[in-house]
């Protein structure tokens, strides 16, 4: 997430791809808007080019006259009000077109960026930061939207009135207009000097912004844990450090773009003292055709002849910022989606007289995978939660393998318990199963079929999670239970909680089960949190369970009594269980004690206790888990 950059190639692949964000969903209107931005330029330059034929046809001939006839001079006041008129409409109609086009590719945006944040592995959000990812929905796409309604145009305002100007300048003289040819070239050198180093600060600048928004809010979601170590002082230099950084590039960047209108704008001044020399000193020499009018004009053009550089040097800042972001953004969208080749789904099904299974649309109770062959004849396997892993080794990185050939099974109905030390490889196993990662060697089968032959929807909608690291989401406690199977009933919802023993607490707030939970449902104890967790769970009804440390939070007295609830959860289903009270897993049909990656021990609790090893050191305490 904390690529750099770079002002070249890439940056102009950047701004062609975003320019068909703008081109392909609002075509039409942007040629409306290329269109009015024309005619702006053109009526903007018409007024400057109408002094020469004011002054020399229309009101130099009328001087002197004792009886002038001033129609002719309000006819022509008259057209340059029109054409002034026709611009103020170009320009009130692009602008407001441009601020609907700004808007509507920033949700475009972000709807891609989100559809695609779907589409990731889990390995992605565990190598970046939340922060970071975050700054892409604020930071990165509001430097689009000054960009798009604002920076592109001004620069084709800009781009418009140099060239019409100029075009403008060559007519009325082109004597003079070698000056300003000269001046050009100068105004272009100066551009891309101060221009190329306010770009490469204000890239910078960007990403230091990231890693300051990814730090305060890594902080402030720690905030209990700073406290609690003393470390206010240590997150103060941190901040501080990536604030600096921050300063350097954001002062560099501004030091350059700020520099930039006064050179610009004494270069304009120069030009405009030359050209009021030159042109005077060719009109009294009577050379090249130069009357008062030529002059009149042209100097009013050499005035605003720099205003349009100046004008794209300040944007092109805004645009360079604006490329940055946006090529952060689309490394978002180009990050390589989580692969699945999985064929075989998950179906609700029905058993006939005979025991064949049938699909069907309604939920039953009973699940079946689907598999399609070739001709396109299906087949069925019932769903018994039959799970087995053969030699699985596998590693979060192919230099550190975690697990070294695990061999393990649950048969449909069974309770697995796995008991080690932090790091032995408990949760990594459960994520397997769930392939939220793939092994590297060995397989794992689920019912007989390969789980990469399962499609991860299907497979994972038939597996039911309760973390030790809880999340609600903004909304009722009846919305977070649901969230486990949308299409839940309430009096599913309430049973689930009943199932859970979430349904005594819930019924003692204010709101009952339509109370509003914010901020992660900070208004509840982690106890409680935890229960709705396990309703959500419990709501999903799936033949197999995942419980990671799923009672760690809750008290020695809540946990009994959720305990119970949890055995009705668990009948007929299979079950994984990591946990660290090992009084909570007595009644496992199977308790796998790993060190380092390996299976040291297996066998139910009496077994073990006979073994007299590590599990019967643990459960009497002469071996704590660290």
Not at 327 to 332: G, H, P, V
């Amino acid at each position: 997430m904390n690529r750099k950059p770079k002002v070249s190639k890439e940056n102009l692949q950047t701004a062609k791809r975003l320019l068909k964000y703008v081109t392909g969903t609002y075509k039409v209107r942007f040629v409306i808007v290329f269109i009015c931005i024309l005619l702006s330029s053109i009526a903007s330059i018409s007024v400057s080019l109408s002094l020469k034929f004011l002054i020399d046809d229309f009101i130099s001939p009328l001087i002197g006259q004792k009886d002038p006839n001033f129609a002719e001079l309000y006819r022509a006041l008259a057209v340059l009000g029109s054409i002034f008129l026709m611009g103020v409409i170009a320009t009130f109609t692009y602008t407001r077109l441009m601020v609907y086009i700004g808007q509507g590719v920033l949700k475009k945006v972000r709807d891609d960026m989100f559809e695609h944040m779907q589409t990731l592995p889990i390995r992605y959000f565990d190598q970046n930061t939340n922060g970071s990812i975050m700054s892409l929905y604020t930071n990165d796409t509001d430097t689009l939207r000054q960009m798009i309604s604002q920076s592109i145009p001004q620069a084709l305002m800009s781009f418009f009135t140099i060239i019409v100007t100029f075009i403008a300048m060559l007519v009325l003289s082109p004597l003079l207009t070698l000056l300003a040819v000269a001046v050009i070239g100068i105004l272009i050198l100066v551009t891309k000097a101060i221009g190329g180093n306010s770009g490469k600060y204000f890239v910078r600048q960007q990403v230091a912004l990231a890693d300051v928004t990814g730090f305060v809010e890594e902080r402030m979601n720690g905030q209990r844990v700073v406290k609690v170590f003393n470390h206010e002082r240590k997150s103060e230099e941190e901040f501080d450090a990536l604030n600096e950084a921050l300063f350097e590039s954001a002062a560099n960047a501004n030091k350059y773009a700020n520099i930039m209108g006064p050179v610009i704008g004494n270069i304009g001044n120069l030009q405009f003292v030359l050209t009021a020399v030159l042109g005077g000193t060719l009109s009294v020499m009577g050379v090249g055709g130069i009357t008062l009018g030529v002059m009149a004009s042209y100097l009013q053009f050499t005035k605003s002849f720099t205003q349009p550089f100046m004008q794209v040097a300040q944007q092109f800042n805004s645009i360079v910022m604006a490329l940055a972001g946006a090529e952060r953004i689309f490394a978002l969208i180009d990050e390589t989606p989580e692969a699945d080749e999985g064929t075989v789904t998950l179906v609700n099904a029905t058993k006939d007289d005979n025991g064949i299974l049938h699909e069907c649309k309604e939920r039953t109770g009973i699940w079946a995978w689907k598999q399609t062959a070739s001709d396109g004849t299906a087949s069925y396997t019932e769903l018994t939660g039959d799970v087995r892993f053969k030699d699985v080794t596998f590693g979060y990185n192919p230099d550190k393998i975690i697990l070294k050939d695990i061999s393990l099974f649950a048969k449909p109905g069974q309770k697995l318990a796995f008991v080690g030390s932090t790091g032995a490889g408990k949760t990594t196993i459960t994520n397997l199963i769930n392939r939220f990662y793939d092994i590297q060697n060995g397989e794992i089968r689920y019912d007989g079929i390969d789980i990469t032959k399962i499609k991860k929807d299907d497979l994972r909608r038939s597996l039911g999670i309760v973390l030790q690291d809880t999340h609600l989401f903004t909304g009722t406690i009846k919305d977070n239970i649901r969230y486990g199977n949308l299409d839940a009933t309430d009096e599913q919802i309430y049973n689930a909680a009943k199932l859970a023993h979430a349904d005594q607490f819930i019924n003692m707030l204010p709101h009952g089960y339509d109370t509003l939970l914010s901020g992660d449902g900070e208004e509840l104890s982690q106890g409680q949190r935890q229960l709705i967790s396990i309703a959500r769970a419990a709501v999903a009804d799936p033949p197999v369970l995942i419980l990671d440390e799923a009672t760690s939070s809750i008290d020695t007295r809540t946990e009994s009594i959720v305990q119970k609830g949890m055995d009705n959860l668990m009948k007929g289903r299979t079950v994984f269980v990591i946990a660290h009270r090992l009084s909570t897993i007595r009644n496992s049909n199977a308790i796998i004690v790993l060190d380092h990656g390996q299976i040291i021990e297996r066998g139910d609790h009496e077994d073990l206790i006979a073994q007299k090893g590590t599990y019967y050191q643990l459960y009497t305490g002469k071996l704590e888990l660290s």
